[in-house]
């Protein structure tokens, strides 16, 4: 499970202070024992599960649950193992509070966490390394499951004293002629773009970053405009200096925010009580 979860005999190692060897020694006891091949090595990206590897991961990752919870104090009791991915947006925004009530009602579940952008974190529920993902929907078509536990509307970002920045509402045609910050990670980057594309027009993209801040920072310096989904509380730049959000008119949709899980017929018990968290502190916010 450590070479699955590190994506190498050498990482896993180091994870679990153990020879490397000792790691490729026990995978091939396990191929030679199943008759199975379990990895594939790939050049620059380390081990890839094959078929029958994510089929003996899955059951290797079910029988840990199963014996966290024979352990447990009750029948009732949520133990085990969880391991959660987020957005990196939406992972500052809403995730250090849903863990703080989460370990508060489930101590004896051993949580960890993991950034990324979207693709990153569908890869890895596909390939089991994590039980859930806060992510948007960008209607992917891949082997998860996606739970919509909210929806948040995209909005504009603009220096104090713009001239768009006394309206009510802005519009994409608003945006057409002035330098744009595009948000450059995968999908993230598509879906702005397709904005602009639905209403027939293009912007004119000044730079592509792949920082939320960086972006923030040049718009609340009068160096342009950009649009964002996930809005922190405070409107200031990392410099202090402040930023206006202006809503779209309603020809702009709101993007769902979702949970991709594995496609299982039941999640586990510590990935449920996560789930369930997720959705009921979205309700509330």
């Not at 899955?58 to 919870?69: F, G, I, T, V």
């Amino acid at each position: 499970m450590a070479a699955v979860e590190h994506r190498g005999a050498v990482a896993a190692a180091k994870a679990m202070n153990v020879s490397q060897p000792s790691i490729s020694h026990a995978i091939g006891e396990l191929e030679a024992l199943w008759c199975e091949r379990l990895f594939t090595r790939i050049p620059s990206r380390g081990l890839e599960l094959t078929a029958a590897g994510k089929r003996r991961y899955k059951e290797a990752r079910e029988l840990m649950q199963r014996a966290a919870q024979l352990g447990a104090r009750s029948t009732e009791s949520v133990v085990g193992d969880l391991s959660v991915g987020c957005f990196a947006t939406l992972g500052a925004r809403h995730l250090p509070p849903i863990i703080r009530h989460f370990q508060n009602h489930y101590p004896d579940v051993r949580l960890t966490i993991q950034e990324g952008d979207t693709e990153e974190l569908v890869e890895e529920v596909e390939r089991g390394t994590l039980d859930l993902a806060l992510i948007y929907d960008m209607d992917l078509a891949r082997q998860v499951v996606l739970h919509t536990i909210g929806e948040q509307s995209p909005y504009v970002l603009l220096p104090e004293g713009h001239r768009l920045a006394r309206q009510s509402v802005v519009t994409i045609h608003d945006l057409v002629d002035e330098p744009f910050f595009l948000l450059d990670m995968p999908h993230s980057r598509d879906y702005f773009l397709s904005l602009f594309r639905l209403a027939g027009v293009s912007p004119t993209v000044a730079l592509e970053l792949r920082s939320v801040e960086m972006i923030r920072s040049l718009v609340a310096n009068g160096h342009g405009v950009s649009i964002l989904v996930t809005r922190p509380v405070g409107d200031l730049s990392y410099d202090g200096r402040p930023i206006v959000c202006c809503p779209f008119d309603s020809t702009v949709p709101a993007q769902r925010v979702v949970v991709a899980a594995p496609q299982t017929t039941q999640l586990p018990r510590p990935a449920a009580a996560f789930l369930e968290v997720m959705r009921d502190r979205f309700m509330k916010s």
